[in-house]
Each structure stands twice: as structure tokens, then as C-alpha cells.
């Protein structure tokens, strides 16, 4: 008697199933950690959108206005962090979608690796949750290359133009950045001989006019951004920050989270495992790259390398742009190129190899996520201020440094104003002390015991005028002495400075 009757599971059963299953597990993954906290340029996007003067706060910000538009009628609903998080996410999600939808148009079981990637990828799950308009970017650029895949193969289709228009506007619409994609898209286009026949190079040039006329009304006449009194803090183009940049863009930290943990069990081990791990990962990158099948793939690898060019190339004669989350975009074509390239490789053993090591590290990506990244505060505004807010006492002075931090910590705790001071990058040594001196005064004239908190944030700007901060820290020794309790988290360190009354 047979018990158990085996029935092969064809392709196509799997075709029309895996799509779901990876949209749910993109879903899922993005789902995880929305309670982690704000940062920084998080508070800038919430403080725009509950300010009073909404179209002020939109013509005097550095970013195009249409995810914050989005954000506000989405914040009409709830004003909760996590809530405001669902909008990255729903933007994700609908990544993951388009990106399947265009690379099916070349290889349906590319777009099953693509999607894959695209599902687990560690900076498409960050900024998939992230309170930023980098979602919706990437939704614009994966629509826009979905558009002209399509008009590849239906060239008198209207709707093609209007969708490559549209989505290309998203893209200009969404970051300053997004006028690059119009050159990797126009490189992808021209790779795609039918569209530039006379009879539909004229509706691809209209399509590529809006988004470009979207652009000059935003950043020419909309924006009212005052450049000689911004300061920009992406450090300058070198090769170390494209090693940096590369590392986090791929995922490399996250590849190796495997080794790290194997290295703290067995710590006499550790070079040997990662140097191992080094010579694996180089070795696939190679060999993924020299017997792939690159006649249908080398457009996608193309645009993406156009791209990350022409923010290398804009870092070093204009300005400094290049960094991970501006160069996050490239990622939607290299994710094409992967599925292409690996899906088209004439022999089998090749493909299921291939396959089956993008299917490991995305789901070493998985697990570094779930257990540990997702769960993770990318700054720790909330344990600062919960600290303060734990030890502070009426006549207590928070020293904040620089300003700028004042938005997120006042954010997750209420301060006084007089209970506050503010110190500007910019302020000078004199003014500095004249400051703080004064509001020390004031207090010892009390006959109080009271307590000096510094709050300082490490970042760029702060790194470039390490000297104030440096000046700001001999005041505070110089008037109360050491320091008698300190808590660091990651960026963040809280010091505390206690003066005590004497006793007459």
C-alpha cells in the first residue's frame, strides 16, 4: 500500500506562487522595528509637517516637496511614529512589485532573484521604514525603468510614455538627485533601438521634457533654499569614502555578521574566519561577474554604474553628494542586472549555483535583520532624553551641542526654555563662556544644589569643529569641575556636572 503519493512541483506552480511569498516576506521584514525611534533628519520631516507654516517650511527646505506633501495628508490619519513609518513601507513594498513586474519582462526566474534582493537588501529594508522620501524615490526609479522595458517591446503604447513621464517626475519630485536618473535612463533607452526610431523618438523626448521641467519649476522657482548659510557636511570625495560608501550600499557588514558571530564564540579563530569570509565573497563576486551572460544584462550593470559615475563625478567638480543614501537609486538596476545576469546563464549547474548563493546571502541578510538591525535605533534621542528626564531636577541646565540636536531631544522630552543652552557650531570661545558662565551664576546665586548636563552628538560638522566642542568642555571643568557621571549611546554622550551648596 502506498501511503504517500510524489507529485513533482512544476515551474510554473512555483512562477505563480514565489512572487506572493516574497512580497509577504518583504512585507514582514519591513514590518519589524517600527517602534525603534527617530533620528535626526527623521525629526526634520516630522517637524515640517506639524509646523504651522507648512508651505514655508516646503519652499525653504533642501528637498523637493512631494513626499512631505504625501507625509502630511498621511499624518491626517494618525501621528504616531510607527504610523508615519507605514508610508516607507507601503512605498517598499510597492518597490519589491515593480521591480519583479519589470525583470519578469526579461526572465521570470531573474525577477524571483531580483525580488529576492530587493526583499532583503539591508539599505532597501532601512529606508523602506525610514520617516525620508528615499522610498518613494526608489519607487519612482523602479516605475520608470518598469516603463521603459515596456515600451521596448509596445512602442505605440501611449500609456508607456505617460508611465515613464509620470514615474520619472515621482523620481524629480522626491530628491535632488532623481535629475540624474534621466541620464541612466536616457543610456537605457538608447540601448533599446526601437525607441529611438523617428517615428517614437519624438514621444521618448516628451516623456523625458516633464520630469525635466518638473525639476527647473522645483529648484528654480518653488525652492527658496539659502545656500551661503548652509552647511554641508558629506565629506569630500576620496577613496575611502567609495570603499565606505560600496560597503554599505552592498551590504558587506551584513555579509560578514555570520563570521562576527562565529569570531565571538571562538574569538583565537576570528582572522582566519574572516579572511575566509573575505576570499568567499570575492570569489562569487567573480566568478558571478566573468560566467554570467552578460548580452542581456550589461544595460541594466550599465545604468546603475552611470549613475553612481555621475555622483562621483558632480563630488568632485561641484559639490560632495556622494554618500550611501544618495546613492541608494543605483541599487534598482544592479538589482535587475543580477536577476538578468544570473537567470540567462546558458548552463543549469551555473544558475542553480548562482541562485542558490544570492538565496544564502539574503538570508544572511534575513537574519541579521530579524535578529538584531531591525530592532535597532539609529540614533538614541530616546534613551538620551529618557536619562535627562530621569535625573533632571527644576534648576538643572541642559547644554546642548550643537543646536541642531535641540529638535529631536525636545521631541521625546518637554524642557523649559530656561532650563536650556543651545551652542551654535559657529559660536566662539568668548561667547561660549559668557553663556554658560552666566547661567551657572545665576544658579550658584540661588544657593542650590544643581547639575550641568551635556548633550553633544559626534557627527561631521562636529569632528570638523572639534575645538569648540573641546573649548565647551574646559569651561564646564573649569567652573564645576570633572565630570561625575557619564552615559554614551553609539553618537550620543550625556555628561553630568554636579555643584553642590555649601553648607554655611
Known sequence: MRFFRRESISAEWVYKRAPWAILGLGLAMRLA??????????????????????????RTYDHPPLYLVLLRLWSRIAIQEEFLRLLSVL?????????????????????LIAGLCCATWPMMLRYSQEIRGYSLLLFGVALAFFFVTRLASAPDKTSGYA??????SIVVASHAVGIMLLVSICLWAAATPVLWKKENRGRVLVAMALPVAVFIFLFFVFLRINKSSAEWWIPEFSAALIASTAKEIFGYEKMMWPWQVIQK???????????????????????????????????????AICYWLQLAAYSVFMLPILWYRTALPGLIPFFGFLGVHVATMAQKPLRIFFTAGIFLICSVF?????????????????????????????????????????GPVTYYLALPAEAVAAINLETGAAEIKKRIAAQIT??????????????????????RNSAHLQQLLEILETELGRPTDRK?????????????????
Do not use: C
Open 91 to 111: 512605498f517598499g513594498v510597492a518597490t519589491l512589485a515593480v521591480v519583479m513586474a519589470w525583470v519578469k519582462q526579461y526572465a521570470r526566474a531573474g525577477s
Open 442 to 463: 545665576r544658579r550658584k546665586d540661588l544657593e542650590m544644589t544643581f547639575s550641568v548636563f551635556l548633550l553633544h552628538r559626534s557627527d561631521l560638522s562636529t569632528q
Open 163 to 168: 508611465g515613464l513621464a509620470f514615474s520619472l
Open 366 to 406: 534575513s537574519a541579521s535583520w530579524m535578529l538584531g538591525e531591525a530592532w535597532r535605533p539609529y540614533e538614541y534621542w530616546r534613551a538620551g532624553a529618557k536619562a535627562l528626564a530621569a535625573d533632571l531636577q527644576p534648576h538643572d541646565l541642559v547644554i546642548l551641542y550643537p543646536d541642531y540636536i535641540a
Open 488 to 504: 554614551h549611546w553609539d553618537s550620543l554622550t550625556l555628561l553630568r556636572h554636579e555643584h553642590r551648596r555649601l553648607s554655611r
Open 265 to 303: 564564540r571562538l574569538p583565537f579563530g576570528g582572522e582566519v574566519f574572516e579572511i575566509l569570509a573575505k576570499l568567499l565573497m570575492a570569489g562569487f563576486g567573480t566568478a558571478l561577474f566573468v560566467l554570467g551572460n552578460w548580452k542581456r544584462s550589461w544595460p541594466l550593470l550599465l545604468a
Open 33 to 58: 522595528g517600527l517602534d525603534k525611534g527617530i533620528w535626526l533628519d527623521e525629526f526634520s520631516s516630522v517637524n515640517r509637517i506639524i509646523g504651522a507654516d507648512f508651505l514655508h517650511d516646503l
